[in-house]
């Protein structure tokens, strides 16, 4: 048997292609859906864009089925859906594909966030509760749903001690914020999306991904 993929090759077509979004979302060449400039690229994003360029990169040729298994047997264990068996292949290929460059596509997201720091959090959780009370508090229920003592208890205590808990229930007040705000006005959906931003900011510090340039410390307390 022999590799019919060139994983390395759709590994670099994946990060060129990562590596030019990232260079234009830095000069401000993306807005968001309210017009606002898009800051820094989410784990998501970057995830569906790979996906989108494996699909383009991988072709699958239904006569190599044996090849494809041989060189991804991981295939076998995967819970797939398709109306064929070719079909189910063809879409374990393109998942072991991903599964292959998922780690360097993460590498590169994370980098990103190196200098968001806890400045760039507290200045996503401030906008987001002044577009809450700008816009939200004459909803009645809004109030109930959002208390913003609250979210700034949890960012005190994330910006004091960014331990696992506190760096999780934090997230989970900025997540209510998101949709709060992502279906009112322009600026609260800009608001809305610069808070997805610190969220996966958080993310991939309580996942130790974040490199502050301090390999003895504790990945969670690197950035306070």
């Not at 048997?1 to 990562?18: G, K, N, S, Y």
């Not at 494996?54 to 047997?73: K, S």
């Amino acid at each position: 048997m022999f590799d019919v993929i060139d994983v390395r090759a759709c590994r670099e077509a994946v990060l060129d292609r990562i590596e030019r979004m990232l260079g234009t979302v830095s000069g401000g060449g993306i807005c968001d859906a309210s017009g606002g400039r898009i800051n820094r690229i989410t784990l998501e994003e970057a995830r569906g864009l790979a996906r989108t360029v494996i699909a383009e990169t991988v072709a699958y040729d239904r006569t190599l089925a044996p090849h494809y298994i041989a060189q991804f047997p991981e295939i076998l264990d995967m819970e797939l859906v398709g109306a064929k068996v070719a079909d189910s292949v063809e879409q374990g290929i393109r998942r072991a594909v991903f599964d292959k460059v998922s780690e360097d596509v993460t590498a590169a997201v994370a980098a990103q966030y190196d200098d968001f720091g806890t400045d760039g959090l507290s200045a996503a959780v401030t906008l987001g509760l002044a577009m809450f009370e700008r816009h939200l508090l004459s909803d009645p229920f809004a109030p109930l749903r959002i208390r913003p003592q609250k979210v700034l208890a949890y960012l005190a205590d994330t910006l004091s001690d960014p331990g696992e808990d506190e760096i999780k229930l934090l997230v989970g007040q900025m997540n209510n914020l998101v949709s709060e705000l992502r279906t009112r006005t322009a600026e609260c959906r800009h608001a809305a999306r610069v808070i997805r931003e610190a969220v996966q900011y958080c993310t991939l510090l309580s996942e130790g991904r974040i490199n502050t340039g301090k390999p003895d410390a504790p990945a969670m307390r690197w950035a306070v």
